[in-house]
């Protein structure tokens, strides 16, 4: 089983900045090495929409065109955490964010509690 925990959500003003962060643990973590984390977001009375991705192994990230250069994905693998560096934020940005955990070439397996990020205008 793997456990992840996200913290960092909150209220920011349009422009701000927010740092988010995916704690993960548990005795099964290892085989996610060559996996990815990602962050997905949903907000309300709309689907989880994917935000961006990260593997463990190498550089690869992708992300959603609605963020590509205002949001940021980064990983410390001797922590097990991920973090998800919000710039230039918009309403449009509020929404509930989720961690996720996944092996290669697969959909996630795990998923975090969620974390409210509210953008005021």
């Known amino acids: 089983q793997v456990q992840l925990v996200e913290s960092g959500g909150g209220l920011v003003q349009a422009g701000g900045s927010l740092r988010l962060s995916c704690a993960a643990s548990g005795r099964t973590l290892s085989i996610y090495r060559m996996g990815w984390s990602g962050w997905f977001r949903q907000a309300p009375g709309k689907e989880r929409e994917f935000v961006a991705r990260?593997?463990?192994?190498?550089?690869?990230?992708t992300y959603a065109d609605s963020v590509k250069g205002r949001f940021t994905i980064s990983r410390d693998n001797a922590k097990n955490t991920v973090y998800l560096q919000m710039n230039s934020l918009k309403p449009e940005d509020t929404a509930v964010y989720y961690c996720?955990?996944?092996?290669?070439?697969?959909?996630?397996?795990?998923w975090g509690q969620g974390t409210q990020v509210t953008v005021s205008s």
């Open positions: 996720a955990l996944g092996r290669p070439s697969s959909d996630a397996d795990y």
């Open positions: 990260i593997f463990w192994t190498g550089a690869a990230t």
